[in-house]
């Protein structure tokens, strides 16, 4: 029978913590109106309590909590008066999709390609969207066509100068933004 008197005086201790704490959060609240700040100030006022008690003791646990809760309150509040009310909004807000001048750039680019492309011999046409857009082995498209691996290089890389230069001619080279 005297063992459990501990533990009754255990699960008592533990209760009257888990009402203090509930107690604070709904003290907070109702102060804050932000759960989440509520939490966070809930969270520090244990943070002081246990750093307290390291070097003192404390007569009221609930008293202590309360005053510390009091003065984190009075801290929040005076932080959100002096924050500005209208963030300045940044020029370059990060967002994955792309502005809508780069998706016309890009159609105009695309749309140069496509043209070029249609103005390119056709083996050359055909060699460069085997390699470059299906990915093809150089040495299947040269067998396949009966040329030399040399001249399947050759027309990939006069494709890729001729599309260039189209891209260039309109003023829309690589590197270069309208």
């Known amino acids: 029978m005297t063992e459990m008197v501990p533990l009754v005086g255990r699960r008592e201790r533990v209760a009257g913590e888990v009402d203090l704490r509930l107690s604070l959060q ?29 070097t003192r003791s404390i007569a009221d646990v609930g008293a202590f909590c309360f005053t510390v809760a009091r003065n984190l309150i009075r801290d929040q509040l005076r932080r959100r008066r002096s924050a500005p009310l209208h963030a300045e909004l940044v020029d370059e807000i990060a967002c994955p999709q792309p502005r809508a001048d780069e998706i016309l750039a890009y159609r105009e680019r695309v749309e140069v390609l496509v043209q070029a492309l249609r103005r390119m011999p056709a083996l050359r046409r055909e060699v460069f969207m085997r390699q470059r857009l299906d990915g093809d ?42």
């Open 26 to 54: 709904r003290f907070i609240e109702a102060r804050l109106r932000d759960p989440v700040e509520s939490e966070d100030l809930v969270q520090e006022t244990y943070l002081r309590l246990y750093d307290y008690r390291r």
């Open 137 to 178: 082995a150089a040495a299947a498209i040269a067998t396949d066509l009966g040329l030399s691996r040399a001249a399947v290089d050759k027309h990939v890389s006069r494709a890729v100068a001729d599309l260039r230069h189209a891209l260039e001619r309109r003023g829309l080279g690589m590197g270069q933004r309208p």
